[in-house]
């Protein structure tokens, strides 16, 4: 009877549970929420001030006894609490209200590969502490690939690289199953890392997050082109303490990147290295699949085909992979199943 009554009121969910953003597909709708993975805790009382957008408006803007924090780190989950509280909200800003006390969705998460069995659990079990009647678990660069429409089904190499906030995942998949694969924490929040050493490095210059993220995004590259982009890095001089501008060009940028960016590509290489060599064959024929907002920085594409002779290209809508990818198991649960991490699922009825 309850299980019928959880049916009635609550909507299925496919989450794309990321280190920057956490996306919200809902069966029937699409995708209806993309906001920061963030929460903003009052520490004097333990409450949760923000979620989401509002909490990463409040990065390096709070007094002391506030701080903006992100419960996941590098794709895992570094805070329980926190994280079941963000997903109860995003759970519940799905339903409407009066259905919100019977809110007990399904919900398919993706999750990255290579993660250990504990970490595997405490988002299941976060999922569950917030309202989840069933949680099933795929792996990002799986869910990359159904997002994309890519015939995974089938007999067929496909290699995706999905380069997030926290992680970056690399994998070649055949007949529902992953063949070869990396897991780098090496992602978009490292760049910014990268970025700000830089700056604090080379200029002297201590910037922020958001200002290395900004510059990221807006002049950021790998691959040289004759046009010059360029960008004002503003923060604290570290001689001084006062405040100082300096204007940066995208070499600047790509000088900054390239420890990072030759990480990535080695692991490229090497599950490439690590696959079959009829699946080799279908991915030179099919080339290599790129998805993740990490991805997007310009030139990607050409340096990844400059170094391993593979044609490269981008889904359509890189960002939103993942969570589309969760939606297609969501509207076919029997026969994606096979898809989940683990193969002890007895998929529940409707």
């Given amino acids: 009877m309850f299980s019928k009554l959880f049916g009635i009121f609550s909507k299925d969910l496919g989450i794309d549970l990321g280190t920057a953003n956490t996306l919200v597909y809902v069966r029937g709708e699409g995708i209806l929420i993309n906001e920061p993975s963030v929460v903003a805790i009052n520490q004097k009382t333990g409450q949760v001030v923000a979620i989401g957008n509002d909490a990463k408006k409040m990065i390096g803007r709070t007094p002391g006894h506030i701080i903006a924090m992100r419960p996941l780190v590098d794709g895992v989950i570094s805070d329980f609490e926190v994280t079941a509280e963000m997903l109860n909200y995003f759970i519940k ?32 079990d976060a999922a569950k502490n917030a309202g989840a009647r069933d949680v099933f678990l795929v792996e990002e660069p799986m869910a990359a690939a159904i997002g994309a429409r890519l015939p995974i089904q089938e007999a067929i190499g496909s290699m995706v690289i999905d380069i997030g906030g926290g992680t970056t995942d690399i994998a070649v998949i055949s007949l529902g199953g992953i063949v070869a694969s990396k897991n780098l924490r090496i992602a978009g929040d490292k760049f910014n890392e990268d970025i700000a050493a830089y700056a604090r490095d080379e200029f002297k210059l201590l910037i922020g997050e958001r200002t290395a993220e900004d510059i990221k995004i807006s002049i950021g590259s790998v691959w040289k082109s ?49 696959t079959p060599p009829e699946l080799v064959s279908d991915i030179m024929h099919r080339g290599i699949l790129l998805v993740g907002g990490g991805s997007l920085i310009r030139g990607l594409d050409k340096l990844l085909e400059r170094e391993t002779k593979i044609s490269v290209a981008f889904a359509e809508d890189p960002l939103t992979a993942v969570v589309r990818g969760t939606g297609v198991i969501l509207e076919d649960l029997e026969s994606l199943s096979e898809v989940f991490i683990e193969d002890d699922y007895d998929l529940p009825p409707e």
């Fill in 93 to 124: 800003k799905v339903h409407s209200a009066s259905a919100q006390f019977f809110a007990r969705p399904r919900v398919v998460i993706g999750i990255p590969s290579s993660i250990t069995e504990v970490e595997r659990r405490a988002v299941r």
């Fill in 226 to 274: 004759n046009e010059v982009l360029e960008g004002a890095l503003r923060g604290r001089d570290l001689v001084t303490g006062l405040p100082r501008e300096v204007l940066v060009t995208d070499s600047d940028v790509r000088v900054a990147l390239a420890k990072s960016m030759r990480a990535v590509v080695d692991a490229v290489k090497g599950v490439i290295e690590d």
